[in-house]
């Protein structure tokens, strides 16, 4: 079998941990270009520096966001950490601002990383009535003068869509890097790079990958020089995604854009359902006309959809009774739809907001429900059924 081809379209697991060099002229060779950083080295050394199933893996991702380069890490939050590290500068890394209303394990790397351990000086941007208001944005930024600026397209979990072609001109206007989370909204309905972003993150583990079976980020973006800080930083960090996974989300993401397309199908169908309820108080879901930021949802994502996630308050005026509503809700539903803390599954599932976030968000009867691609009507069936149950 040495040396023979194999006629295969899919990229074989390389499971090498470091890789055959032959001889020490060969070696040389291949430490001196390792200094250049490239993506797909013409000689792969170790496996912590770039690994080919890995590499034939970001080609995919390089398709799907229309960028320059993409490069995989074992998850969403290492992605995060590899995107900032990469401008951090010690005692001249300057003020960073984020928007408050992003995934709660940012904001918990936020406090507990950037500040507590690496003392930088990080400022958050607040929401406003479900929106983020540009003028005031404009105000802070000439105040602060901050060197990045970070948000999410589609925020977690109260799914407010930020006006990002604004945000990104002002981002421009005041010198600063705008680094953007685009898992909600996946590069199905959104690719920030093309409308100038400097660098695009997702939690692979989500849509990308989709069943729940696999966790992984990807760092995307169109800068060289940005892409070799990112590969030396994940090389040296060890954040690198394996190859058995690299090799998983090569196939599964071959599914990604019909399997989002049913996602926004089946999610727009039982938001519509939701807000016409008795049992339930309110729903934010961004393709409806009452959510706070629709019409800019409209503008950036109109005609394609408008993501998976819907949050939603059961009825109930006073916390006990929501509380109630919230459990008989859920285990009403239980059979079909799971309380699993992810999101972007082909399964539906859903995570209470109280029991997660805590006081920030005074709603105890609130739920985050992460739309699959099951059969529409059935779940539609399921979900009625326990609105119903809710009411009598």
């Given at each position: 079998?040495?040396?023979?081809?194999?006629?295969?379209?899919?990229?074989?697991?390389?499971?090498?941990?470091?890789?055959?060099?032959?001889?020490?002229?060969?070696?040389?060779?291949?430490?001196?270009?390792?200094?250049?950083?490239?993506?797909?080295?013409?000689?792969?050394?170790?496996?912590?520096?770039?690994?080919p199933t890995v590499v034939a893996a970001e080609e995919r991702i390089m398709d799907l966001e229309k960028c320059e380069?993409?490069?995989?890490?074992?998850?969403?939050?290492?992605?995060?950490?590899?995107?900032?590290?990469?401008?951090?500068?010690?005692?001249?890394?300057?003020?960073?601002?984020?928007?408050?209303?992003?995934?709660?394990?940012?904001?918990?790397?936020?406090?507990?990383?950037?500040?507590?351990?690496?003392?930088?000086?990080?400022?958050?941007?607040?929401?406003?009535?479900?929106?983020?208001?540009?003028?005031?944005?404009?105000?802070?930024?000439?105040?602060?003068?901050?060197?990045?600026?970070?948000?999410?397209?589609?925020?977690?979990?109260?799914?407010?869509?930020?006006?990002?072609?604004?945000?990104?001109?002002?981002?421009?206007?005041?010198?600063?890097?705008?680094?953007?989370?685009?898992?909600?909204?996946?590069?199905?309905?959104?690719?920030?790079?093309?409308?100038?972003?400097?660098?695009?993150?997702?939690?692979?583990?989500?849509?990308?990958?989709?069943?729940?079976?696999?966790?992984?980020?990807?760092?995307?973006?169109?800068?060289?020089?940005?892409?070799?800080?990112?590969?030396?930083?994940?090389?040296?960090?060890?954040?690198?995604?394996?190859?058995?996974?690299?090799?998983?989300?090569t196939t599964l993401l071959k599914s990604f854009e019909v399997r989002f397309i049913r996602h926004c199908e089946n999610?727009?169908?039982?938001?519509?359902?939701?807000?016409?309820?008795?049992?339930?108080?309110?729903?934010?879901?961004?393709?409806?006309?009452?959510?706070?930021?629709?019409?800019?949802?409209?503008?950036?994502?109109?005609?394609?959809?408008?993501?998976?996630?819907?949050?939603?308050?059961?009825?109930?005026?006073?916390?006990?009774?929501?509380?109630?509503?919230?459990?008989?809700?859920?285990?009403?539903?239980?059979?079909?739809?799971?309380?699993?803390?992810?999101?972007?599954?082909?399964?539906?599932?859903?995570?209470?907001?109280?029991?997660?976030?805590?006081?920030?968000?005074?709603?105890?009867?609130?739920?985050?429900?992460?739309?699959?691609?099951?059969?529409?009507?059935?779940?539609?069936?399921?979900?009625?059924?326990?609105?119903?149950?809710?009411?009598?």
């Open positions: 079998m040495k040396n023979r081809k194999v006629n295969t379209t899919n990229t074989p697991v390389y499971r090498d941990a470091g890789f055959y060099l032959k001889d020490a002229a060969t070696t040389k060779d291949a430490f001196e270009k390792e200094k250049d950083h490239a993506r797909s080295p013409s000689t792969y050394i170790y496996s912590r520096y770039r690994n380069w993409a490069l995989l890490t074992q998850s969403g939050m290492s992605a995060i950490d590899t995107a900032l590290s990469i401008f951090q500068r010690g005692k001249d890394t300057g003020r960073w601002l984020f928007f408050s209303e992003i995934y709660g394990g940012t904001n918990s790397f936020i406090d507990n990383v950037l500040i507590e351990r690496r003392g930088l000086d990080i400022h958050r941007f607040y929401s406003s009535d479900g929106v983020y208001d540009i003028a005031h944005l404009d105000t802070v930024l000439n105040d602060l003068r901050p060197g990045i600026i970070y948000l999410e397209i589609i925020s977690n979990p109260m799914l407010i869509v930020a006006d990002v072609d604004k945000i990104i001109e002002l981002a421009k206007n005041y010198g600063c890097v705008i680094i953007i989370d685009n898992t909600f909204a996946t590069p199905y309905l959104w690719n920030p790079l093309r409308n100038g972003a400097d660098l695009v993150i997702h939690s692979a583990t989500k849509y990308l990958a989709g069943h729940g079976n696999l966790t992984g980020g990807v760092v995307c973006g169109n800068d060289h020089d940005l892409e070799k800080a990112a590969i030396e930083y994940r090389k040296l960090i060890g954040h690198m995604l394996s190859p058995d996974d690299a090799y998983r989300l999610a727009s169908r039982l938001a519509g359902i939701m807000e016409n309820h008795p049992a339930i108080e309110s729903v934010l879901y961004p393709g409806l006309n009452s959510h706070p930021s629709h019409n800019i949802a409209k503008k950036y994502f109109g005609g394609k959809g408008y993501g998976a996630m819907i949050t939603f308050d059961v009825i109930g005026y006073n916390r006990p009774e929501k509380e109630s509503n919230r459990d008989r809700f859920m285990e009403r539903v239980s059979e079909k739809i799971k309380l699993i803390p992810t999101l972007g599954d082909a399964d539906t599932i859903l995570l209470p907001i109280e029991a997660v976030w805590g006081d920030k968000y005074p709603y105890p009867g609130m739920i985050r429900l992460s739309v699959g691609i099951e059969n529409g009507n059935e779940l539609e069936e399921v979900l009625i059924r326990a609105l119903d149950e809710i009411m009598k």
